[in-house]
DNA sequence: GTTGCTTCCGAAAGCGGTTTCGGGATACGA
DNA sequence: TCGTATCCCGAAACCGCTTTCGGAAGCAAC
């Protein structure tokens, strides 16, 4: 569309008249490179003339094509955050959380955030390559990464700068903000050993997904280092949805000897855990325990309050965008690997292990 | 797609040896014009030259360089979601299905989704100034608007394309998707009064947003047809979180005649005032009654599972994003206004009202 | 063998910026 | 007075693609 087309140049009132880079170096009896190189901050300029072309950009209201300045520069001032198309993920607000961080750091620097969203698992490695060679955006977000991530390789491969919130198998030479998923599920089956437990049923997530790896071996060592043996027929892998935790815990519910401890890889299975519980009778937090994992803020308003572990999700948002920043201004990506712990947030979901004996 | 053919050469690493128009030309002994035609459907191209330069496109891995190619026609092939900025939206599942939604529909034509978010309310004016004036998007879509907005006002002065989610006071020339929120709320009055609720407390949102008036209006209009007599003292006006409502029904609750049943305008206040009731002793759902708005999936998982009415939010961001498209193809914006019902989604948090003599 | 159409493609002028390069002023030392 | 170094600014190429325009072939008709 042109601009005519898009402001109207008919009918009374011309709003918008847009001023361009010559029109405001008419206007000041310069050249529009001079303009230019006054806007961006070159040395070979004049102080006064600097200072009156800024003056002159202020009042006339001009801004720079985005378009026509990245076409020139090539640089893109634009990352794309692709969504993880599975379970229509964005719909979590686990997902909305990390784009304001994101879309804060990016703002600080006038880049734009935008959202990319493929239909198919294996589209999305086109949606990446697409992404980067349309030259729309100078770097990319992914999250939720695979044990092996065909995204990640086709990012390598293309030397695209890139940060990943998780990591995936072999992550040493690429950027990432990842929580220490193994500490957190080892903390938290410590935390229900304190608290009596010894059959710790587990929801876990399909082990393609690298934080599922980790947080079933964080399991996995918190038992271990309890003393307690690994029995495959306490855990359950589950799609990331209530309905298919409830299904899960209704499962081990319904075994001879169910477990008295839930650990839940996400906090939406955890709901779903909850409701099996409750139909089962049984109430949470004094009969079994459950424990999720993300820190919903909705979580304070189950029956009961869920008991989970909360990753600061804003905040890994603003510095996964810090992190790309500066990697596409040239540090180096193996430098920019920042792993955070989680913290158990204890609601009312969990408690000591009920005995018979009591 | 293939890495091979998708970055040409082999051996070694060859990063991103852009494949432009130049190149495909030549490489097809042919000139720029004549494959840029070719490729976007001109008519004066021998059907076997596009044949030939589409395969060549194919397999070369040919990708037109974005930025150019919108400064050259002048249309950004992407639109921009203005992020409501009060009490940080962002984070509202809300949001991210409406987002969702919108991908979807601008996917299907390849166009890309940015989010743009502001930090102050007067800031906003000058987002969407930025926004319409730097030539990124050929398009906005609003949400939450107030019932005066200023944004609405500057887009239509700039002309500029545009829908919103909701609408405001005054809305006969551009584009909407609202929900009837005056119906939704007088059809939600009725069912409690059908359960034979004369004492209905309100808990709204700040009047400036125009839902938040028009779900007033609609519960002043339920509660009029039902021939009872509008009491200020059983509305709240409360900000859009949980704590917000928990402390504006715990006031209601602390009144000398408490409501029997609290309507609220969201879902996330609603979680509170649920929260507000239990810390009171009371159960909601045979004590009082709550309902909520917005049919947010966690809602089956309060204590009890919150009766609400649902939007579709998913599917409203596909049919704002299909109005945008169609608004900037040109189709006359007031021929595009769609209203749609609320449905009541009832749940447990509602019942018969409960009398001293039962 | 002109004339007159089609059909198909090349030439070239943008789109609105950025950036390198060179040179005219001015200042300064000799 | 004549370099010559320093400061500023203009000229021009370029980023990669779109689109208008004109004209070379090819073919039909007269």
Redesign the interface.
């Known amino acids: 569309?042109?601009?005519e087309s898009?402001?109207?140049n008919l009918s009374g009132?011309a709003?918008?008249k847009?001023v361009t880079l010559k029109s405001l170096a008419k206007s000041l009896g310069l050249t529009e490179s001079t303009v230019s190189r006054a806007l961006n901050g070159y040395s070979d300029i004049n102080e006064n003339t600097v200072e009156r072309v800024r003056k002159a950009a202020l009042e006339l209201?001009y801004?720079?094509?985005?378009?026509?300045r990245?076409?020139a520069t090539g640089i893109?001032e634009?990352v794309a955050f692709v969504?993880p198309q599975n379970h229509?993920s964005?719909?979590?607000?686990f997902?909305?959380?990390l784009?304001?961080g994101l879309?804060?750091s990016l703002?600080r620097r006038g880049w734009?955030?935008?959202?990319?969203?493929s239909?198919s698992a294996e589209d999305e490695s086109?949606t990446i390559?697409?992404l980067?060679?349309?030259?729309?955006v100078s770097g990319v977000v992914l999250s939720r990464p695979f044990r092996h991530d065909a995204r990640i390789d086709?990012l390598q491969?293309?030397?695209?700068p890139f940060v990943v919130h998780g990591r995936s198998a072999s992550c040493d030479s690429y950027a990432w903000y990842d929580i220490d998923n193994e500490l957190a599920f080892d903390t938290a089956v410590k935390h229900l050993v304190d608290l009596g437990h010894r059959r710790i049923g587990f929801i876990g997530a399909p082990l393609y997904f690298n934080f599922a790896h980790q947080r079933l071996q964080g399991y996995r060592s918190g038992l271990k280092s309890a003393g307690i043996g690994y029995d495959e027929s306490l855990v359950q892998i589950a799609e990331l949805t209530?309905d298919a935790g409830e299904r899960a815990a209704a499962d081990l519910l319904n075994t001879p000897k169910p477990p008295t401890a839930f650990l839940c890889v996400s906090d939406t299975q955890a709901?779903g855990v909850?409701?099996a519980v409750r139909a089962r009778g049984l109430v949470a937090g004094s009969d079994v325990s459950v424990i999720g994992y993300d820190g919903?803020?909705?979580g304070?308003?189950?029956?009961?309050p869920l008991t989970t572990m909360s990753q600061p999700l804003?905040q890994s948002g603003r510095e996964l965008g810090d992190m790309l920043l500066a990697i596409i201004d040239g540090d180096d990506p193996a430098n920019h690997q920042i792993l955070k712990r989680a913290k158990l947030l204890v609601r009312n979901s969990d408690g000591p292990v009920w005995t018979h004996h009591q």
């Open positions: 569309m042109s601009l898009a402001f109207g009132y709003p918008l847009r209201g801004k720079p094509n985005q378009n026509a990245r076409l893109a634009a969504i229509s964005l719909a979590e607000p997902v909305a959380q784009l304001q879309d804060e703002a734009d955030l935008l959202v990319s969203h239909l086109n390559h697409r980067i060679t349309s030259g729309r086709l491969a293309a030397k695209f209530d709901f909850l409701a919903l803020k909705t304070r308003h189950t029956n009961p804003t």
